[in-house]
């Protein structure tokens, strides 16, 4: 049929699937522990909710089932390509996947402590950073007592390791 004789009220939304966490092209998923089991927990509630879908109209019972389908294909994607990686075999002294991180901001003075995690662990609220940053990339490989130099645009910041933990 004709676009032409379809009622400008019949026309339907597509329904629009939000995406996942940035993972670079040819970036390794990398994810703790922790965050393997997030992952898990979100499939779980998202088939959980599939099947507590009720609405009276048909549509929106429709899109709210594209929605979570959508969610559960973007998921089990990404839950596929995940790479567990074991912290407690990383070298202790070194700055590396997993590691909760304290350091000095030297050109403000301040201090800072992050985890270093996988992309869909990542919140910054928590302060909880992905390994794809260029924070976690600058410190990546650092030891205590380093002072390392981390540029942010034109602006090159002193950052000095206070603590390296697992």
Do not use: C, W
């Not at 609220?125 to 490989?141: C, D, M």
């Amino acid at each position: 049929m004709s676009r032409g004789f379809v009622k400008e009220g019949d026309q339907e939304e597509p329904v629009v699937i939000p995406k996942r966490a940035i993972l670079p092209d040819g970036t390794i998923n990398y994810v703790t522990q922790r965050g393997y089991e997030l992952l898990q927990e979100e499939l779980g509630a998202l088939e959980n909710e599939l099947g507590t879908i009720d609405h009276e109209n048909e549509t929106d019972r429709r899109r709210a089932n594209t929605l979570i389908h959508g969610k559960i294909k973007l998921l089990k994607e990404r839950i596929a390509s995940a790479r567990k990686l074991n912290v407690n075999a990383e070298k202790k002294n070194e700055v590396r996947f997993g590691a909760v991180v304290t350091f000095k901001n030297l050109t403000n003075n301040s201090t800072q402590m992050v985890s270093i995690v996988g992309v869909d662990e990542a919140d910054v609220a928590q302060g909880k950073i992905s390994f794809t940053t260029p924070i976690a990339k600058a410190l990546t490989g650092s030891q205590v007592g380093e002072v390392i130099d981390f540029k942010l645009g034109s602006e090159v910041r002193k950052l000095k390791i206070l603590n390296i933990d697992y």
